[in-house]
Structures are given as C-alpha cells and as structure tokens.
C-alpha cells in the first residue's frame, strides 16, 4: 500500500469536506436556515401536500429526523402542516409565501453538492464508490452507523454532535 496514494486519498476527502461546508456556510448566510432546513423546503416544492414520511423517505432521514426539523420551519413560518379532508391522522406539507421567498433566494443545489455531484456520476462509478467506502468503513472499525440517516449539513457544522 503506498502511504502517498494514501495522503493523497485523504486530501480529496478534505477537499470533498471543505467544499461542503463552503456550500453549507453560503445557504446560511443567504438565506438564513441550514442545508437541510433548505433541502426540507425544495423537498416540499417539488412535491406540494407531501407528508412527513413520504418527506423522511426522500430526504433518507429519520422520521423523527424530519419532524424535528419542520417543527423549526414551522415556527418560523416557512412552511405550513394541513389535515387531510380524507384521512384527519394524515398530515400534508406546503410552503408560505416566505418559504417560496427563502427558496427563491438560495443558492443551488438545495440538497447539497455531496448528493448532486453524487447523482450526477455514471452508475458503475457510483457503484464501485460505494464498495470502496464500504471497505474503508470496516477498516475504521466504526460500527455506529446512525450518522447515515442524518442530513449531511448536520454532520458537518462544528456543533453537531
């Protein structure tokens, strides 16, 4: 194993880091809220009357994941929950006026570049990625993994535990 394909290796991870929390950092600035109150807000664009678990299951969060997040964006009135005329238990997501405002000023990709540039690579290139970080991963011996279900920008920011 050469240790400077190793270092070089680790470089692009800082590199990969470096240029998320760069994206992250200009969300905030701009609008206000993080990556993933953003991407929770595009999430709800795209699909009008989503529900928190349809949401959860796009965004590959936790259910509770996401409903700790729309509470905040509720109280700040970026979004609004409506009861289903069909089903009362059933609770559908939209946008104000001032989430569609946050929205409109944002710079993009909303789900973050990690996830763009990842959706953009050629499928066996993703796929061969994916094998390659699983092997890292077991060589870190690290075996919580319930930092998968948690949006990026969370992970990233130097408060987050």
Not at 4 to 14: H, N, V
Not at 70 to 85: C, Q, W
Not at 100 to 111: C, G, N, W
Request: charged letters at 25%.
């Amino acid at each position: 194993m050469s240790t400077s394909l190793a270092t070089e290796t680790l470089k692009q991870f800082r590199i990969i880091i470096a240029a998320a929390r760069h994206h992250f950092r200009d969300l905030e600035s701009t609008c206000g809220i993080s990556g993933a109150q953003l991407w929770i807000l595009s999430a709800i664009a795209e699909t009008p009357g989503i529900t928190v678990s349809q949401l959860s299951e796009t965004l590959s969060v936790h259910v509770s994941t996401a409903s700790n997040m729309l509470d905040k964006l509720a109280r700040s009135g970026l979004l609004e929950r409506l009861r289903s005329e069909e089903d009362r238990r059933v609770v559908n997501l939209r946008l104000t006026e001032n989430g569609q405002a946050v929205l409109d000023r944002a710079p993009k990709p909303f789900t973050g570049l990690v996830p763009y540039a990842l959706e953009k690579l050629p499928e066996k290139t993703l796929a061969r990625l994916h094998e390659d970080l699983n092997l890292l991963i077991q060589q870190m011996n690290y075996t919580d993994y319930s930092a998968s279900s948690k949006p990026l920008s969370t992970l990233l920011r130097r408060d987050a535990s």
